[in-house]
């Protein structure tokens, strides 16, 4: 691991340097084509927080790196009551929605705790309403709708091999 930037972490907690990468989506399919890359390269036990707008994208998002896990895309839907979706799969999968929560107190009334730091993968959308609640190495995506059909997404993920590959499969929706 590369050393972290000067004063980014304290102590003795462990330090998970991020890469930062930018790309741009034209359409639902670029969108559902980088999720699918991000969830090949995903492990049990990782966290993923995705920040943007209703209707951004995040939960299309979640479809595609559902997919990557062997979750058939229709079992991902935006959830008018439920928060916390569970689906099994070669790599179980949290899907968790916090909107509707009122932050990481009420978060933690439904154990998101114990959520987060489960067997499989889990993706949470509005992540920042629990942002203290979520992992160092949390693999944080965030969308901007930048007009009709085109998306900015950000994508800081740890500096690891296995998202080193991920970057190079998505080169061609990077900014140059
Ligand atoms: P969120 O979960 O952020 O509220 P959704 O994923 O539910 O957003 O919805 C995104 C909506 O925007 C979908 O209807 C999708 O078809 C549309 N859309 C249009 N262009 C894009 C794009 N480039 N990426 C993602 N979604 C897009
Ligand atoms: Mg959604």
Redesign the pocket.
């Known amino acids: 691991m590369r050393s972290a930037e000067p004063g980014s972490t304290g102590g003795n907690l462990p330090m998970f340097e991020k890469r930062h990468v930018s790309f741009t989506?034209?359409?639902?399919d670029?969108?559902l084509a980088i999720a699918r890359e991000l969830g090949a390269a995903l492990l049990p036990g990782d966290v993923v927080g995705l920040t943007?707008?209703?209707?951004?994208?995040?939960?299309?998002?979640c479809k595609g790196v559902g997919e990557a896990l062997g979750i058939p895309p229709d079992r991902i839907v935006?959830p008018t009551f439920t928060i916390v979706t569970e689906h099994a799969g070669p790599v179980p999968l949290t899907h968790i929605d916090v909107y509707r929560l009122s932050g990481a107190r009420e978060a933690d009334e439904i154990g998101m705790r114990e959520l987060l730091s489960g067997d499989g993968v889990c993706l949470v959308?509005w992540a920042e309403k629990i942002a203290e609640r979520l992992p160092t190495d949390c693999i944080q995506v965030t969308?901007a709708i930048s007009g009709g059909?085109?998306?900015e997404i950000a994508i800081a993920a740890p500096d690891l091999p296995r998202f080193d590959a991920f970057r190079a499969r998505t080169q061609r929706f990077q900014l140059h």
Do not use: I, V
């Open positions: 989506s034209g359409s639902p670029d969108t943007g707008d209703l209707g951004a994208g995040k939960t299309l998002f935006s959308e969308f059909d085109r998306r």
